[in-house]
Each structure stands twice: as structure tokens, then as C-alpha cells.
């Protein structure tokens, strides 16, 4: 079965750095586009930055500039570098994924948890 597993959150001062991860395993179907997303407490869940497997990127207004998702096709993995962290983006991450052949099936990872302080 699917199973994307992230790592990398923490707590981080304001200005400070992360990198996430998320490798993809379980299917014997070539990962499509992956992605991120995040939710901030009350708020509802949001696309951060989206990659295919060609490497088109595509980013939400409020993560151009400071986010770059890449991809490792091999590993089946997909990053999120962070730069300039700000207290706006303490939220937790989500790993997303769909697959060639599998269409319409969305998969998601369990979340990391980002936090920043001012």
C-alpha cells in the first residue's frame, strides 16, 4: 500500500531555514505530480508547491520567492526548501501524490509539524 512518510519539521526562529522530505513507497505505479500543502491552526489546508514528474513547479502566491519544492525521480522523494521562515508559516505540512494508472486516488503523508517563533 501507498505510503508517503515526511521528515524534517522542527521548530525554527524566524529568518532560520528547513528542508522537508516525503518519500513515496508501496506501489508498483510511477509517482505523477507530488506536492505540498500546509494548515495553520483554524485555518483550512492549502497548496504550498505542486512538481510533476517532468519538474514543472507550480507555487501559491504566498510561497513564491522564499519555497523550492524539487524531486528525486529515483527515490520517489520530493523536497521543500524553506527560506526565511516566518511566524505565518508554523503550520503542518503535508506531503500529497497521485499516480500514473491510479487516477483519481489522492495520497497524503501524516504531516510535520513546522513551527517558527518571533
Known amino acids: 500500500q501507498v505510503q508517503l512518510v515526511e521528515s524534517g519539521g522542527g521548530l525554527v526562529q524566524a529568518g532560520g531555514s528547513l528542508r522537508l522530505s516525503c518519500a513515496a513507497s508501496?506501489?508498483?505505479?510511477?509517482?505523477?505530480?507530488m506536492g505540498w500543502y500546509r494548515q495553520a491552526p483554524e485555518k483550512q489546508r492549502e497548496l504550498v508547491a505542486s512538481i510533476s514528474s517532468a519538474g514543472i513547479t507550480n507555487y501559491a502566491d504566498s510561497a513564491k520567492g522564499r519555497f523550492a519544492i524539487s524531486r528525486d525521480n529515483i527515490k520517489n522523494t520530493v523536497y521543500l526548501q524553506i527560506n526565511s521562515l516566518k511566524p505565518e508559516d508554523t503550520a503542518v505540512y503535508y506531503c500529497?501524490?497521485?499516480?500514473?494508472?491510479?487516477?483519481?486516488?489522492?495520497?497524503w503523508g501524516q504531516g510535520t509539524q513546522v513551527t517558527v517563533s518571533s
Open positions: 508501496g506501489s508498483r505505479f510511477r509517482v505523477n505530480d
Open positions: 500529497h501524490a497521485n499516480y500514473y494508472g491510479l487516477e483519481g486516488l489522492e495520497y
